[in-house]
Nanobody, 124 residues
Framework: QVQLVESGGGLVQAGGSLRLSCAAS????????MGWFRQAPGKERESVAA????????VYDDSVKGRFTISRDNAKNTVYLQMNSLKPEDTAVYYC?????????????????WGQGTQVTVSS
């Protein structure tokens, strides 16, 4: 069992930056692939970025490429999402998720564990 706790969300003006963190419990974090997802009101949950167990494979949604960076620190059991040049359309609840495999996926159905989410609001 893995528990995930996100932090770092908030209100920011367009063009600003935020850094989300996701702290994981358990000693198997380093063997898990991790993903960040987001869900805006009235929309389906969508993949933002994903990272393999050792950071060797990373994938981003086209809408965030060049602006967001996913990373992980296995010694700290934490995955990060650095978000720069934020836009109002980035407003959503952001979730981190874990899947007990080395390999990344952008499909939310492939993830077994989810955090409670953190709100990101970007004002224009």
């Amino acid at each position: 069992q893995v528990q995930l706790v996100e932090s770092g969300g908030g209100l920011v003006q367009a063009g600003g930056s935020l850094r989300l963190s996701c702290a994981a419990s358990g000693r198997t974090f380093s063997t898990y692939a991790m993903g960040w997802f987001r869900q805006a009101p009235g929309k389906e949950r969508e993949s933002v970025a994903a990272i393999s167990w050792n950071g060797g494979s990373i994938v981003y949604d086209d809408s965030v490429k060049g602006r967001f960076t996913i990373s992980r620190d296995n010694a700290k059991n934490t995955v990060y999402l650095q978000m720069n040049s934020l836009k109002p359309e980035d407003t959503a609840v952001y979730y981190c998720a874990a899947r007990p495999t080395y390999f990344i996926s952008r499909n939310s159905a492939d993830y077994d564990y989810w955090g409670q989410g953190t709100q990101v609001t970007v004002s224009s």
